[in-house]
């Protein structure tokens, strides 16, 4: 999905339909490209067909892109993971999974910031919605979380402002042209 050094940029051509067949929610990006999210219809709130790529939703993908710039990780996984986030958007309201995590050291996570959550392992995250008590996450790697389950990459976990972490920028870590 990336041609040559220049990663795909959201476009009003773009449309999220859901696939029955597939049971996931897709996003076609062109008559050549698709994107297949990892989110079933027992996730999703509603079932778009041939649903727009909204302004909002174009303005987010920067955001989370600008975000996940950070890290020193390949153009092709940056844009799955922005086009992962755009997807959870359509998930249902999930009870939070605190439980699942160390206390952090708390912060001030607004929409879009790296954070980081702890169970057994750490793992980054990436901020999609920021409430007063909760955030809700999507998993930038794999996780062991305290209860031995293991969350894979991509899952979106909602949790307590207590038990993220503030990711702080290693310059090791941060990703150059």
Known sequence: MQTGNTMLRPSEH???TYCAQK???LLDISNEAQYCSPYSAAQLAYKPQQQPLSIAEAQAFWHMDDSL???DIAPAVRLELCLSGLSAFFMQQQAHKSWYFQQGTGCDAKQ?????????SNQYALVLN??????TCLLLGDISTLAGKHLVRLNVVRVLRNRISRF???AAYRYTA
Do not use: N, S, Y
């Open 168 to 170: 702080k920028v290693d």
């Open 69 to 71: 710039q950070q890290l």
């Open 112 to 120: 879009f910031d790296l954070v980081i959550l702890r169970g057994l």
């Open 23 to 25: 049971d996931r929610l």
């Open 14 to 16: 773009w449309f999220w």
């Open 130 to 135: 920021a409430e007063t008590d909760c955030v």
